[in-house]
């Protein structure tokens, strides 16, 4: 665990070696990621420890990824105005559910089983790096100053994907050899956010509203412009045919009316690309 998370287990039985670590493997370049053009700075950095010696060669030309977090990083200003963004926009909160944390935010998927398991975490980078828990590493950076200014209001995205199922389809590939993983140019958060979020632009015009209007603004008030209280009692009223999203989709539009926010600034689409 110090000064950075590292696994290693070798079954001799089998032949087969499984290694699991995060970026911060890469010391003074963590600010690069993990990508195909450091992935044997991060071994090597494992055989500096002197636990074991890894083939390095090998283990690029012949291993497969198991499981992955696809990671990117934003700089962000107005942090706390995206994670609102989120919680009023979830399409749909029985298949989708929202967890605050004091740094940020994680959405996932309502399933019973793993292998269909999607979660994003959204979270205040520069912030996580200044925990108790990173000061052994970063008491090893000779770079520290520079690699904490570098994480100055960046915000990063993590998609947990955890079977190889996941990962070939979330990253467009047909195996999941290292290499190909490490390759792939896909951008699986713009298809996590396309299923879990509503992101609608509209124009700031409340100064006329229609009858039906007026009458959804008494709805979004009696649940105190909670859209998931708004949500529950939808549900309530509407036929079994009738589809939830297309339901809620005029309170959606009506509390951003009423909201009055530019919506623009909080593109979450926009900022992924």
């Not at 269909?116 to 052994?136: A, D, F, P």
């Not at 209001?153 to 290499?179: A, G, H, Y």
């Not at 951008?187 to 009858?211: G, H």
């Amino acid at each position: 665990m110090i000064p950075y998370s590292l696994i290693i287990i070798i079954d001799y039985t089998k032949q087969s070696l499984i290694l699991e670590f995060t970026s911060k493997i890469l010391l003074e370049n963590y600010t690069e990621l993990i990508n195909y053009k450091n992935i044997e700075t991060c071994l090597s950095n494992i055989n500096n420890l002197e636990i074991c010696n890894l083939d390095i060669k090998s283990i690029i030309l012949d291993s497969n990824i198991l499981k992955c977090d696809v990671t990117k990083d934003i700089q962000i200003k107005n942090f706390p105005q995206i994670i609102q963004y989120i919680k009023e926009n979830i399409i749909n909160y029985k298949k989708w559910i929202y967890k605050e944390y004091k740094n940020g935010i994680s959405i996932e998927n309502v399933v019973s089983t793993a292998r269909y398991k999607k979660r994003l975490t959204i979270y205040n980078k520069q912030k996580e790096l200044e925990k108790s828990t990173n000061i052994e590493y970063l008491r090893l950076l000779k770079n520290k100053e520079e690699i904490i200014a570098y994480f100055h209001n960046k915000i990063r995205f993590e998609l947990n994907i955890n079977t190889v199922e996941q990962i070939r389809k979330f990253l467009q590939i047909s195996n999941n050899n290292l290499m190909s993983v490490l390759y792939s140019v896909a951008n699986p958060f713009l298809s996590i956010i396309n299923e879990a979020i509503n992101c609608i632009n509209i124009e700031e015009n409340t100064s006329v509203m229609s009858l039906h209007e007026y009458e959804r603004s008494i709805l979004l008030k009696q649940c105190d412009y909670d859209l998931q209280k708004v949500e529950i009692i939808i549900r309530k009223y509407i036929s079994k045919n009738t589809s939830i999203n297309r339901a809620m989709q005029p309170y959606r539009e009506l509390y951003q009316k009423l909201k009055a926010t530019k919506t623009n600034t909080t593109d979450i689409k926009k900022l992924l690309i």
